[in-house]
C-alpha cells in the first residue's frame, strides 16, 4: 500500500526557513516522480515544486530562489527546504507521488496522484 506522511510543518515569523519532510512507504522514491502543492485556506490549489526521476526539478514563480525539493534515496524521502518565508507562503502543504500514466495536473488530492495528509505551514509577519 502507498503511504506519503508529512512531516516538518509549524509556524514561522517572515523571513524564517522551514523544512518538510515527506516519507514514502509501498514504493520507492527513487525513479518516482514527485512533487509538493499547497492549498492556503479559500484559495485554489498551487503546484509548489516537482521532481522529476530523472531529477528535473520545477519550481512555481512564486517560490523560486526560496524552495528547494530534493530526494534522500537512503531514507525514502523527499524533502522541501524553504528558506525566506512570507506570509504568502502560509497554507496546508501535501506531498505527492504521481501515478503511472498520468500528468501533473492542478487539484490538490485529485485522482492523479497518491496524496499525503498535509502539513501545516504558518507565516506570521
Known amino acids: 500500500e502507498v503511504q506519503l506522511v508529512e512531516s516538518g510543518g509549524g509556524s514561522v515569523q517572515a523571513g524564517g526557513s522551514l523544512r518538510l519532510s515527506c516519507t514514502a512507504s509501498g514504493f520507492t522514491v527513487d525513479g518516482a516522480d514527485m512533487a509538493w502543492y499547497r492549498q492556503a485556506s479559500g484559495n485554489e490549489c498551487e503546484r509548489v515544486s516537482t521532481?522529476?526521476?530523472?531529477?528535473?526539478?520545477y519550481y512555481a514563480d512564486s517560490v523560486k530562489g526560496r524552495f528547494t525539493i530534493s530526494r534522500d534515496n537512503a531514507k525514502n524521502t523527499v524533502t522541501l527546504q524553504m528558506n525566506g518565508l512570507i506570509p504568502e507562503d502560509t497554507a496546508v502543504y501535501y506531498c505527492?507521488?504521481?501515478?503511472?500514466?498520468?500528468?501533473?495536473?492542478?487539484?490538490?488530492?485529485?485522482?492523479?496522484?497518491?496524496w499525503g495528509q498535509g502539513t501545516q505551514v504558518t507565516v506570521s509577519s
Open positions: 521532481l522529476s526521476s530523472f531529477d528535473n526539478t
Open positions: 505527492a507521488a504521481r501515478k503511472l500514466g498520468w500528468r501533473w495536473a492542478g487539484e490538490c488530492r485529485a485522482r492523479f496522484a497518491y
